[in-house]
């Protein structure tokens, strides 16, 4: 979209704000609302300024003027909003007209320029699978003296006593059995059903939605895939859509991997391909489920790197009470068709020369798209670069049920790192794969390690009640 066609549609919808947007460096979207009396074509050419030392992780505050620079092809209408708004993400600059080496989405365009330089094809293709939690009641608490979170759903497994409802419904949704079961059971399609048409309002591609596997009210929606850069946009949208719609709902959506202990937790499933053109790349029949040499490759690529990338696809510690054996979490860096227990399966049911693709499961939604995405096609172009051969390596084929194996056989897996502070020092290690063509930068790296490092240590310093059972009667 131009920006005449923008300034267009401005008229057209009788919008009264411009809101224009950036991520910061943990991918929670900042914003800054103009009315749209003062918007027009300048606007767009020389940006918004805005207070870069405000923003954990950029800026000092002897240097913190910076520049949102609207890109016009993020436009949408925004949903929610009781005055007219129109939406437009935005590429963060320094005042001297500079792309900001800090800047998530910048990142995310170079990375994709990186792809085509390199010379192995023209385009990446992402497809995230983010789940999130649906619940009526949140409240948590950390301070000197108190620790505690309690959550509630009207779906909850622990509430088939409860008296609130007027006498008890029933057909509650038992711990691990959510998958996909019908109303009465699934209280939530509605909810999903207004969320899919808000998305699709907006620009999305919806291609279904479902409840999942936990009790309290998990759910997935999937959308169509796209460019790096765009579906990390797409994921943007997708995330203010299902919180904002649960409020309007009056409960609240979440995509904290592990919000409760003893089921299983949300993750972000990344489907990715590299296509030349129209051709596919990953695509050769008779290969491993149909896999190029070039897929196979990159699969290399993730499994070798992704000790490292998990500081960026899975970087809370809150990703690592997830990321345990038992409840279908993919900890184990081997690759299968169709098998869910590895952290990269290879999609196999009614999958076409283009569809074929591969899927890192590892990941969850605390990760910035922006950089995850990234950080996994420099880990995948990586190992096309290197020829990095998984099977050689040890990474599978891995065709069993791995939770179902005995321990010895268990112990020649590789696992993912245990902690946030594994995956960290994993990254100071090995991060030489994100500097190819200048994508990430060294700055950048030292800088998000220590972003990272301090929320580890705000967590480890504090209480937790589980010691107060273990060790408060010594």
Not at 104 to 122: C, D, M
Not at 408 to 420: F, L, Q, W, Y
Request: aromatic share 10%; proline share 5%.
């Amino acid at each position: 979209m131009s920006v005449n066609q923008v300034l267009e549609l401005i008229r057209e919808k009788k919008i009264e704000y411009v809101d224009f947007r950036f991520v910061d460096l943990s991918g929670k979207a900042h914003h800054i609302s103009l009315p749209a009396t003062e918007v027009d074509a300048d606007t767009f050419v020389n940006g918004v300024a805005f207070d870069g030392s405000s923003i954990q992780g950029f800026r000092g505050i002897e240097e913190s003027d910076m520049v949102m620079m609207p890109d016009t092809a993020t436009v949408y209408v925004d949903p929610f909003t009781a005055h007219a708004t129109l939406i437009v993400m935005c590429n963060i600059h320094t005042p001297d007209g500079e792309r900001y080496e800090r800047d998530p989405r910048s990142i995310a365009q170079k990375a994709e320029e990186f792809l085509q330089t390199a010379g192995v094809g023209t385009t990446a293709y992402f497809a995230p699978e983010s789940e999130f939690f649906i619940f009526d009641d949140v409240r948590y608490e950390t301070s000197m003296n108190s620790s505690s979170f309690y959550v509630d759903s009207e779906e909850a497994s622990w509430n088939t006593n409860r008296k609130e409802e007027g006498g008890n419904l029933g057909f509650k949704v038992r711990t691990k059995g959510g998958y996909v079961p019908v109303a009465p059971v699934d209280t939530q399609q509605d909810l999903r059903s207004e969320m899919c048409r808000l998305l699709q309002e907006a620009g999305l591609r919806v291609e279904r939605h479902h409840h999942e596997v936990a009790t309290a009210g998990q759910g997935e929606i999937n959308f169509r895939f796209d460019t790096l850069t765009s579906t990390a946009d797409n994921l943007m949208k997708y995330k203010y859509i299902v919180h904002n719609t649960a409020r309007q709902f009056g409960k609240v959506a979440t995509f904290m991997p592990k919000p409760l202990f003893g089921d299983n937790g949300s993750g972000m499933h990344v489907h990715q391909s590299i296509f030349d053109g129209d051709t596919p790349l990953f695509y050769e029949k008779g290969g491993y489920a149909n896999l190029s040499e070039m897929a196979l490759h990159y699969i290399g690529g993730i499994l070798h790197h992704a000790p490292a990338l998990l500081a960026i696809t899975n970087p809370s510690t809150n990703s690592f009470k997830r990321l345990v054996p038992g409840y279908e979490a993919p900890v184990n860096l081997v690759f299968s068709k169709g098998n869910r227990s590895a952290a990269v399966r290879i999609p196999v049911a009614a999958v076409t020369p283009k569809g074929c693709r591969i899927e890192f499961r590892t990941p969850d939604s605390t990760a910035n798209p922006y950089l995850a995405f990234a950080a996994m096609l420099m880990a995948g172009l990586d190992g096309i670069k290197r020829k990095l051969d998984p099977s050689a390596l040890g990474y599978g084929p891995f065709d069993k049920n791995i939770y179902e194996l005995s321990d010895a056989d268990k112990r020649e897996i590789r696992s993912v790192p245990g902690t946030m502070e594994e995956s960290l020092d994993a990254l100071e290690a090995d991060h030489e794969f994100l500097l190819d063509g200048g994508v990430f930068t060294k700055d950048f790296i030292d800088n998000y390690i220590a972003v990272k490092r301090s929320e580890a240590k705000s967590v480890s310093i504090r209480i937790h009640p589980q010691e107060y059972s273990l060790y408060f009667d010594c």
